[in-house]
């Protein structure tokens, strides 16, 4: 069984200040899929990014920065100089890499507020 | 727009109404996929087409949830005999069809009240 788990129900930040998703996940397969997609108010699921278990090296797209370290099984998700535009719910999620792979396991999400 | 879209956005109906949600994919797409969300709650798999062929159900998909994808583009979603408990988004989402491990891309879901 996989189990995704979002700690932080909710985070409230100041415009400009740097802000720390948490992720942890169990799973038992030794190939998976690690994605991080964000849901603003209209309800839409965009997603963010995706890593493979293979694939240790944090990743950084502009404001947006990801640490995968698979010995304690967490991909945190970072936003630098976070803005109002960034409050969203944001989801961690699992994938298999074999067998029933297809779907994918979300932790219950975390509500980012940036006030201004 | 070329992403998916979903139709009814929002659904009122009363307990015991039958109804049908409609989701269009990204054209190129031939996976297919549905989830469900309640409030507070990250989004639960409910069932993946092939192409035409429904090749997964989830338990959470009772006999009164039905869905289909007749030529391989949209798929409906249709709950018969609605209950409270079917208050939720649902979501759609869709993928190339190539690799497993491919992104699934969302729709904005409808959401559905039941009274």
């Known amino acids: 069984a996989q189990k995704v788990t979002q700690a932080q129900t909710e985070i409230s930040v100041v415009e400009k200040e740097d802000v720390t998703l948490d992720c942890v996940y169990e799973?038992?397969?030794?190939?998976?899929?690690l994605f991080w997609y964000k849901q603003p108010p209209s309800g839409e699921l965009v997603f963010l990014i995706r890593?493979?278990?293979?694939?240790?090296q944090n990743e950084i797209s502009g404001r947006y920065s990801w640490n995968f370290q698979k010995s304690t099984s967490s991909f945190n998700f970072t936003i630098t100089a976070s803005q109002v535009v960034d409050s969203a719910v944001y989801f961690c999620a699992l994938t298999p890499g074999g067998g029933s792979n297809y779907k994918l396991t979300f932790g219950k999400g975390t509500l980012l507020t940036v006030n201004p | 727009d070329t992403g998916v879209s979903q139709n009814p956005r929002h659904k009122i109906t009363k307990r015991g109404q039958n109804v049908t949600f409609r989701c269009d994919p990204i054209s190129e797409h031939n996976r297919l996929y549905w989830y469900r969300q309640t409030l507070g709650q990250g989004p639960e798999f409910l069932t993946y087409f092939q192409n035409e062929a429904q090749l997964e159900k989830s338990r959470l998909l009772s006999d009164r949830f039905s869905a289909e994808r007749p030529k391989g583009s949209f798929s409906t979603l249709e709950i018969q005999r609605t209950e409270q408990g079917d208050s939720a988004m649902y979501l759609c989402a869709s993928s190339l069809g190539i690799e497993f491990w491919e992104t699934q891309y969302f729709g904005p879901g409808t959401r559905l009240l039941v009274l």
């Open positions: 799973t038992r397969d030794t190939t998976y899929y």
């Open positions: 890593r493979n278990s293979f694939d240790e």
